[in-house]
C-alpha cells in the first residue's frame, strides 16, 4: 500500500504572514470575506493550520473566493494543489518584460530533506532584480521585501504588503536549497493600472548563496514580448532574521 506524503503549504503560511494575520485572525478575516461576497462560511483556526500543515490540500469553492478576498491573489497562486498557468517558448532573444504568459499547466513539488548546507533562511529580505523593456528601450529595477519560509530545502517567499518598489506588484518565490545552490521560480502579478496592466509574468530563477548565508545572487529567466527568452540579474539580501508581527509591519514599506 502507498501512501502520500504530507507536504505543508508554506505559501499560504507565507501570505498570511505577509498580511501579518495569525492563523485565529486570517480565519476571521475569511469569515468576514464570505459574508461580504454572500457565501457564509465557517473558517477556523483549525481549517488553517490544516491547509499549512498540508493535511488539506484543496479548499473548497467557498472557501476558495473567499481566500482569494482577503489575500489579493487567485487561489492557484496560494500553494494548494492546483495547476499554475505556464507559458510555451517558442525563440531565444532580446526584448522585455512586457507581456502576459499564455497557458498551460504545472503543480508545485517541494522537497522535505534537510538543506545540506545547515544554514537557516527564514527571515525578511530585500529582493532586487533588474529587467529591460523594448518597449521604453531601457533597463528598470524591481525591489520588493519578502518574507521567506523554511520547511526542509525548501524556501518559500512571499512580498510583503505595500512592500514593492512598483505599487500593488505582489512576487512570490518557490526555492530549493542544494549546497549553496538556490533553484526555484518566481510569480509576479503588476497593478491593474501600472504600465503592464495586470499582466502577470513567471520564470526561472537561480541563484548562489554567500558563505556568509546573508546574500544570495544570481539570474532570472522569463518570458519577452514575442515569447522569447529574457534574464537578468537577481539578488537577495537579509535584512531581518526576525518573522514577528513587529517586523513584518517595520518592513511593509517600498525599498528605497
Known sequence: MTTTAVVPNDVLRAVRMGLRMSQDEFANALRQAGAELGEPNEASKRLVQRWESGTSKTPRGVYARALERVTGR?????????????ARVHADGSGGHDMDAGAG???????????????????????????????????????HYVVIVQHGNRLTAQSLPGASSNPDSPLSLDLTVDRNVVTGSWVE????????QGARYHGAIQLLVEPTGRRMAGKWVGFGKDFDVNTGPWE????????SKAALERYSQAPE
Do not use: C
Not at 76 to 82: I, M
Not at 189 to 196: E, I, K, L, N, P
Open 189 to 196: 502579478q503588476t497593478a491593474a493600472d501600472g504600465y503592464y
Open 74 to 86: 487567485p487561489v492557484e497562486a496560494l500553494g494548494f494543489a492546483l495547476p499554475v498557468p505556464m
Open 236 to 243: 537577495l539580501r537579509l535584512v531581518d532574521r526576525s518573522t
Open 105 to 143: 499547466g504545472v503543480t508545485s513539488a517541494a522537497a522535505t530533506a534537510a538543506p545540506v548546507t545547515g544554514e537557516t533562511f527564514s527571515g525578511i529580505w530585500l529582493s532586487r532584480y533588474e529587467f529591460y523593456s523594448s518597449s521604453r528601450d531601457a533597463t528598470y529595477e524591481g525591489k
